[in-house]
């Protein structure tokens, strides 16, 4: 089955403590993407990246640091977590076609930081 | 920068009815539009997009959406909602092709009353 898969679902961590979402898409999709949800802010972009080793920030990157070793996964590192950090974070991945795909999303991460 | 407009934050509706969500985007160039729909607990999944040709686009669900250019809006239409609708929906644009961003809207939060 085509998918995004992020890892964990659900986690709770304290302020500071270095933490690690990953992200894997078996699709084969040169671009991926992080995103975090806010209430009444939508999604907005973290990190992204177009293929293997490009990765470039987003609208809001401070905080987070991101990796492309490989095609299929793309992990966002939070080096030191703070509690405005607290959101839900979604994967996202996407053939590069000049926009037209659209992208498919992982499950989702809901992060606390306390 | 573009940026996405969805002016109806909560929309309650009984079922049967018919539902437009508005979205306006801020941008004069060419663009790629989306409407994702995010169930209670999921992730985001594509209801429809459009990049080119008929304005009046159909998707999943029995949802449609009409592009229109000169008002800069793509409003998502369904003429009988039922409960099983109620959800949470972002419209998307993508104006930077070769960059695979989606821009999204703050989302527009719908509830269907059996």
């Known amino acids: 089955e085509a998918q995004v898969t992020q890892n964990p679902r659900y986690l709770i961590t304290v302020t500071g403590k270095k933490l690690t979402v990953t992200c894997s898409q078996n699709?084969?999709?040169?671009?991926m993407s992080w995103y975090r949800q806010d209430p009444g802010l939508g999604l907005r972009q973290i990190y992204y990246s177009m293929n293997v080793e490009v990765t470039d920030k987003g609208d809001v990157p401070e905080g987070y640091k991101v990796s492309r070793k490989e095609k299929r996964n793309f992990p966002l590192i939070l080096e030191s977590p703070s509690p405005n950090q607290t959101s839900l974070y979604f994967c996202a991945s996407s053939l590069t076609t000049g926009g037209r795909y659209g992208y498919t999303f992982g499950s989702g991460t809901r992060l606390t930081v306390v | 920068a573009q940026s996405v407009s969805q002016h109806n934050h909560h929309v309650i509706l009984s079922e049967a009815a018919s539902l437009e969500l508005g979205c306006n985007y801020s941008?004069?160039?060419?663009?790629?539009l989306f409407w994702y729909v995010q169930y209670p607990g999921q992730h985001l999944q594509l209801l429809l997009k459009?990049?080119?040709?008929?304005?009046l686009v159909k998707g999943i669900k029995g949802f449609e959406a009409e592009f229109i250019k000169s008002k800069f809006s793509f409003n998502l239409r369904k003429p009988s909602v039922q409960w099983s609708d109620t959800a949470e929906y972002f419209c998307?644009?993508?104006?930077?092709?070769?960059?695979?961003?989606?821009?999204f809207g703050t989302g527009t939060r719908l509830t269907i009353i059996p």
């Open positions: 941008y004069g160039g060419t663009v790629n």
């Open positions: 699709m084969n999709h040169e671009y």
């Open positions: 459009y990049f080119s040709g008929d304005p």
């Open positions: 998307a644009v993508n104006t930077n092709f070769g960059n695979e961003k989606l821009t």
